[in-house]
């Protein structure tokens, strides 16, 4: 997929191009795999996704659910986390997409079963949306009646020009805690009330554990968030997560989401060819991927009280690191909805 254009010795091109897969997809470029069905893919064209722009792939049959784009790229990318400005806001309105504010975001918390997606690494604005809206539509297609409301949160992970796959993940790793802390304070938006499902692929995982992390009462990248009200009831679903396989241990990185969230998911895939190369990101700790050996210390996490659970997926969605195959296997959704949409 990237090709090394180098003379090297055979081991090291291999190498190298297996990091080019890493977190070129290790946060998952979204691109539709040509083995998923050509049905869906030639439904979701980016001129029909494209913010502002009219949507025709948009579950019309669900005009009682509300779709909402939460977005930080205006910052720029490692922007995020400096000084926690306020994101932007559309919503999805007859097909169209609709600046908005937090304020209408907001409104019917405590009415509104919500489900959250954060994508991956190197995904530009048009595919954040595009596959958020494969996430929804997957995710509602076999869903109760029940209105809901769910929310697409794009950041800035295009691809770096001019830098190697492996720097261009080393830097969207830092990107991502950067994001953590704004996604935190995001989640602190909600109430006690609020039913809120996070779902996050590769990187999108990375953020998911760093917000709640701040919700539970952690310190991240210098922040704290408190939370006056009380946190939301969330639940959380990680595909392919591409953070630490310790992160959630108390007293470890994002020890304290565990405080936020009662309820995990963490889908693992042992062949997942990214994933497999996570610990050269960091070049000290050498520390695997959640989603690739699953999580360490689980019997301590399950001793607080927490219900984490985890599940093989490679027979499901294969070796892959893509995002949209996740999604259209519904195995992969059976087991999201089971979490998110109870």
């Not at 968030?225 to 310790?246: H, R």
């Not at 610990?279 to 984490?308: M, V």
């Not at 996740?326 to 998110?340: A, D, N, W």
Request: hydrophobic share 40%; with cysteine.
């Amino acid at each position: 997929m990237f090709p090394v254009v180098l003379r090297l010795p055979a081991r090291r091109t291999f190498l190298l191009s297996c990091l080019g897969v890493l977190l070129a997809t290790c946060a998952g470029a979204e691109e539709v795999p040509t083995s998923t069905s050509t049905a869906v893919a030639a439904d979701l064209t980016l001129n029909e996704v494209r913010p502002s722009s009219i949507c025709t792939t948009c579950a019309a049959d669900r005009p009682h659910d509300q779709v909402w784009l939460v977005s930080t790229r205006q910052l720029g990318c490692g922007a995020a986390g400096q000084s926690l400005p306020q994101w932007r806001v559309s919503q999805l309105q007859d097909r169209r997409w609709a600046s908005s504010n937090s304020e209408s975001l907001f409104a019917t918390n405590g009415q509104l079963r919500t489900v959250v997606y954060v994508h991956g690494n190197r995904v530009d604005s048009n595919y954040a949306v595009e596959g958020g809206m494969r996430v929804y539509r997957n995710l509602v297609a076999c869903a109760g009646d029940e209105p809901i409301r769910f929310i697409i949160w794009s950041w800035c992970s295009d691809k770096i020009r001019h830098r190697g796959p492996l720097r261009d993940a080393r830097i969207k790793a830092d990107v991502a805690d950067d994001e953590g802390a704004t996604f935190g304070r995001f989640l602190t938006k909600f109430t006690p009330a609020d039913r809120v499902g996070l779902i996050g692929f590769s990187y999108g995982g990375r953020i998911i554990g760093a917000g709640l992390h701040l919700v539970g009462g952690g310190n991240w990248q210098g922040y704290r968030m408190p939370v006056e009200q009380g946190p939301a009831q969330f639940t959380a679903v990680l595909w392919a997560a591409a953070l630490d396989n310790n992160a959630l241990l108390p007293g470890c990185e994002n020890g304290c989401a565990i405080n936020a969230c009662p309820l995990w998911l963490n889908m693992v895939n042992g062949c997942d060819h990214a994933l497999k190369h996570y610990s050269r990101i960091d070049k000290c700790s050498g520390i695997e991927a959640l989603g690739y050996t699953g999580a360490a210390g689980k019997t301590t996490i399950r001793s607080r009280g927490i219900d984490f659970r985890e599940c093989q997926v490679q027979n499901l969605v294969g070796c892959s690191h893509e995002s949209p195959i996740y999604p259209l296997s519904p195995g992969v959704m059976r087991q999201t909805r089971e979490i998110v949409l109870p």
